[in-house]
């Protein structure tokens, strides 16, 4: 039997990092700022990097690097990109018997826009994967004691499936959703009860409870159920968590970051991995905040991922403390 099967996306990443790409603010794009060049004009690239990318296949490296026999179910195209998916998987040994390929249908592909300054701007793809489908799911093959579901495009109705298996076979399900889904908040929040972790950031939080609340410490508890784990990431100003009653924060270490692409995935999967070790949440906040620390220094999801668990000595540099 497999430690952790993952499920979602599966992406080919390419990486265009130029000093042209401007950040200005403007009331014009949503967030009020916007990642420009001049109309018509040639740009210069300073920096070209090719990597793979995606929830299933990112969280998938962390899982496997930390010594669980890990698997992956996504959908990839019969191509160039679907080739590098594979071979990424393979060279951090998670299987990849369980991929479904389509023979008709490109890998996802994203473009990622990168300034200098390492904000981003992310041209996606969806390909195979916006058709990913109850039938790409391997359904008698899905025997583990994890199961770690990433975004599965706002296809709610195979998630209640997904996870209705999983308590079925008595299987723990960690979700990290994406916006898609989470649109549909009051399903999302029926299935809470039958997860053992909830990983979200703090506008995915609010989406989940569709309330205005700002403050993480707030909405962790708003989202807390009995044997649920709930974590709420808010970038630098850090993570809160929330178990069994009590309500954890754990702080960032301040390292500069040249690309915050994967830090989710890296943060979600690594904290799982220590819960799913035994270990107690503060610690395993520690080890999400060293292994998403770790990703954003490199450019490239994968390329950054914690080839082995921390050292006490490592685990001291993050603060971690109650709430009350």
């Not at 039997?1 to 265009?16: N, Y």
């Not at 569709?210 to 044997?227: H, I, M, N, W, Y």
Request: net charge positive; with cysteine.
């Amino acid at each position: 039997m497999l430690d952790v099967i993952t499920i979602g996306a599966a992406t080919r990443d390419v990486f265009l990092v130029s000093k042209e790409f401007q950040i200005i603010n403007s009331a014009q794009f949503a967030g009020g700022k916007g990642e420009c060049v001049a109309l018509g004009s040639k740009i210069d690239v300073d920096q070209l990097v090719f990597s793979t990318g995606g929830g299933a296949t990112n969280a998938a490296v962390t899982f496997a690097n930390l010594n669980f026999q890990t698997a992956v179910v996504a959908r990839i195209g019969n191509d160039d990109p679907g080739r590098a998916v594979i071979n990424d998987l393979s060279q951090a040994g998670v299987q990849t018997e369980l991929l479904r390929i389509a023979p008709k249908e490109n890998t996802a592909y994203s473009t990622l826009l990168t300034a200098k300054n390492g904000e981003r701007s992310v041209l996606i793809y969806r390909g195979a994967s916006s058709t990913f489908s109850t039938s790409d799911i391997p359904w008698k093959k899905l025997q583990c004691k994890w199961l770690y579901i990433s975004s599965l495009g706002g296809n709610l109705e195979l998630l209640q499936k997904i996870i209705a298996q999983a308590k079925k076979q008595g299987i723990k399900v960690a979700l990290n959703p994406g916006k898609s889904e989470l649109k549909l908040a009051v399903q999302m929040r029926e299935l809470l009860s039958s997860l053992t972790a909830l990983l979200v950031n703090l506008e995915e939080a609010q989406m989940l409870t569709e309330s205005g609340e700002k403050d993480p410490a707030k909405l962790v508890k708003q989202l807390a159920r009995p044997d649920l784990t709930v974590i709420v990431t808010n970038g630098t100003l850090g993570t809160h968590a929330n178990a069994n009653g009590q309500t954890w924060y754990a702080r960032t270490t301040g390292v500069k970051s040249i690309s915050r692409t994967g830090a989710g995935d890296a943060f979600g999967s690594a904290t799982v991995a220590a819960l799913a070790k035994g270990l107690a949440l503060d610690t395993a906040l520690k080890v999400g905040t060293l292994n998403a620390e770790a990703v954003i220094q490199k450019f490239g999801a994968k390329a950054g991922i914690l080839k082995k668990w921390p050292a006490q000595s490592d685990l001291q540099q993050v603060s971690v403390k109650l709430v009350k």
